[in-house]
C-alpha cells in the first residue's frame, strides 16, 4: 500500500530488446531485403542448371584445316549422333541452318537412330530434306549396323539409297567436290578384326588410291594413342560416338563415355593424328543414361582449303 491508503500501480514495464527489433521498421526491411536476395541467388542456381540442361537447341562449332592436297576451298557440314532427335517440327530448325551454311557435302557420321527404336522416320524425313541441300553420304554407327547388319531388322539403308542418299557401308565413292578429286569412304568395322572378305578387299583398295581420303568412321579411338588407324593415309576422318563426355567440366573437357572410361583421351575438336586431321563432333543427341550436362547439342561444319 502507498503512504496515502491508496492501492499501488504496478510500475510501466519496458518490452523486451528482440521485440523491439522486431518491430523496428529499418530492421524489417533490411530482413526482406537479405530475402530478397537469397531469392533471387537461388533462381539464378536453377536458372543456370536448367540451362546446362537444356538439349533443345544446338550450336555450331566451326574448323578451318589446311591442305596442300586440296586445290579449291570446300566445306562440309558434319552431323553426328542424333538418335532420333528434333529440332522443330520435321527437324526444320537443322534443315534451315544447313541450307543457311551452303555446304559443298553432307557428312553423316552414324547413330542418327535408335537400335531400340524402329521407327526411323526422324531420319527418312530429314534426308529427304537434305538431298535437295548438297549430297548426303551417311556411314553406319553402332546403332545402325546393329539393327542393318546384325539383327537385320531395318531397311533404313534401302530407304536412304532411294531418296539419294549415299550410305557408305564399307565402301567409297569417288566425287568430284569443287574441282577436288576426294575418296569418300564409310569405315563401318574396326579394320583390325574385318572378317568379311569384301570388307578387307575395299580397305586395301581405298587405301591405295592417290586422291584425297575423306573418311565418315564412327569411333575416333582408332585414332587414339595406340589406334587402329594411326599411320593410314587417310587425310581427314569425320567421326562421333563420344557424346562429347556427356558432362563437360570447364578446364577439363568430357567426363565420361561408357567405352572409354572417365576423361576420354578425346571428346570433341579436331587434332591431327600423325598423317590424318581427326574431326570429332559431340553429337545432336543422346542415347545414355548419362545425361548432357553443360554440352548442348553440336552440328559441326569444316571448312577445307
Not at 537479405?34 to 541467388?41: A, G, K, N, P
Not at 572378317?195 to 586395301?204: I, K, M, V
Not at 590424318?276 to 559431340?282: A, K, Y
Amino acid at each position: 500500500m502507498s503512504p496515502a491508503g491508496t492501492p499501488e500501480e504496478p510500475a510501466a514495464m519496458s518490452l523486451p530488446e528482440e521485440t523491439k527489433r522486431k518491430k523496428d521498421p529499418a530492421r524489417r526491411k533490411k530482413l526482406l531485403r537479405r530475402m530478397l536476395i537469397f531469392l533471387l541467388i537461388v533462381a539464378a542456381a536453377v536458372w543456370k542448371v536448367m540451362g546446362l540442361l537444356d538439349n533443345s537447341y544446338f550450336v555450331d562449332t566451326f574448323y578451318q584445316i589446311e591442305d596442300e592436297k586440296i586445290q579449291n576451298p570446300m566445306r562440309i557440314v558434319e552431323l553426328a549422333d542424333l538418335h532420333l532427335n528434333e529440332f522443330g517440327e520435321d527437324n526444320i530448325e537443322l534443315v534451315e541452318e544447313i541450307k543457311r551454311l551452303k555446304p559443298d557435302l553432307i557428312a553423316m557420321a552414324g547413330d542418327m537412330i535408335n537400335q531400340d527404336d524402329p521407327d526411323t522416320s526422324v531420319v527418312v524425313t530429314l534426308c529427304r530434306q537434305l538431298v535437295d541441300v548438297a549430297p548426303v553420304y551417311f556411314c553406319y554407327g553402332n546403332h545402325e549396323k546393329q539393327v542393318i547388319r546384325v539383327e537385320q531388322t531395318s531397311t533404313l539403308n534401302l530407304e536412304l539409297e532411294e531418296l539419294g542418299v549415299h550410305v557408305l557401308h564399307n565402301r567409297y565413292e569417288t566425287i568430284n567436290v569443287n574441282g577436288n578429286i576426294i575418296d569418300i569412304g564409310g569405315l563401318s568395322a574396326n579394320p583390325g578384326t574385318m572378317e568379311a572378305e569384301y570388307t578387307q578387299r575395299f580397305w586395301q583398295a581405298y587405301l591405295q588410291t592417290e586422291n584425297y581420303h575423306l573418311l565418315l568412321v564412327h569411333y575416333p579411338q582408332y585414332f587414339f594413342s595406340n589406334g587402329e588407324l594411326l599411320g593410314t593415309n587417310i587425310d581427314m576422318a569425320l567421326c562421333g560416338h563420344l557424346h562429347g563426355g556427356q558432362v563437360i567440366i570447364p578446364g577439363k573437357g568430357g567426363l565420361y563415355h561408357p567405352l572409354e572410361g572417365f576423361f576420354p583421351e578425346h571428346t570433341d575438336g579436331v587434332w591431327q593424328a600423325e598423317n590424318t586431321w581427326v574431326v570429332l563432333s559431340r553429337g545432336l543427341g543422346n542415347h545414355n543414361k548419362v545425361p548432357r550436362i553443360n554440352n548442348p547439342p553440336e552440328l559441326v561444319i569444316v571448312d577445307v582449303y
